[in-house]
């Protein structure tokens, strides 16, 4: 019984030898599957990529001259202003205490002036009666005159100061959306402290950062995609308006420290846009009409060349490629294939010159 068992397990595992060996030769025979296309004419443009911040031209962060403590508040972010606008009033700041002390000094000027013009006219009137030299009247109207100037220059320093200072409260430089209010009524703030950010949203622009190399290839005028499929957004009419001559160290997501360049680049839609949301960008830098073509899934770098494996007699037949332009997905082929030829699509390493294939349903 013993010896019939293990002859039942030779039986057994000589069949499925032979059935894994028939399954390897029809798979030969049949070929490997593989995914094709044809190389054809057509458009080859080279993309650049990357993220952006969608920012203002005339965006300013307006901060306290002084210690501030927020008397009132007339405005909330959001909201549309025009250049003089109140935006906010203060008190209690030490630029009010300056003040205070100026217009205590500009009182005891106004007393000395109108006791100095008081003696004046009193001169005047005993120098018509010739009672009085010129020189005693003159004397004492340049006094009044003098004190009446240093009154003057006191007042206009006093409102300027205040102007300056936000004791007077705050006004809107400009015309603009209020995209950031950054203190509360009754609050205290020290002086340099944030208080508004003003935007003109007429005029927004999206800012990135590319490597310096890649920064070398963009142009003004270049044409950009502007994007973010997330919010639904998409500009095929953006374009560049400013590559920055300067390359500046900025770290990367992964750690690492990189010179990248700053592009503006300028919407070409009027579609409304958040400012300070993210964009993705492609900045086509190169771009051919009508040039035969191959997809670049189907090219290879071996020994410092570039190859394909294209569809011949159902085999793979290995084919060296010159290429020129390399766009994103397609590349631009020089020489090496010819239009109408198919192309195996991301060959694997099961795949050699002379593999039998054919093709993927």
Known sequence: MKL???????????????????AAMTTMNAGIAVESATVDQGEVTKLLKETGTVESVSSITMTAKNSVEIKGLMVEEGEQVKAGDLLMTSDGTSANLDIKSQKAELTGLQAQYSQARELANKNKALYDQGALSYADYNASNTVAKQLAAQISALQYSIESYAESSGAAGVTAPMDGVLTGVFVKEGESVAAGSPLFELSDLTDIYVKTNFIAEDADLIHTGNPVRIY????????????VKKVHLKAENKMSDLGVNQKRVTVE???????PVRLGSNMDVEIAVEKKQNVLRVPDLAVFEMNRSNYVYIFEGGKAVLREVKTGLEGEDYMEVVSGLSLGDAVILSPNEDISDGTKIKAQK
Do not use: H, R
């Open 228 to 239: 973010n499929e997330d919010a639904g957004f998409s500009d095929e009419k953006g374009i």
């Open 265 to 271: 680049i300028s919407f070409g839609t009027t579609q």
């Open 4 to 22: 019939l068992k293990g002859k039942k397990w030779i039986v057994i595992g000589g069949a499925l030898i032979l059935m894994a060996a028939v």
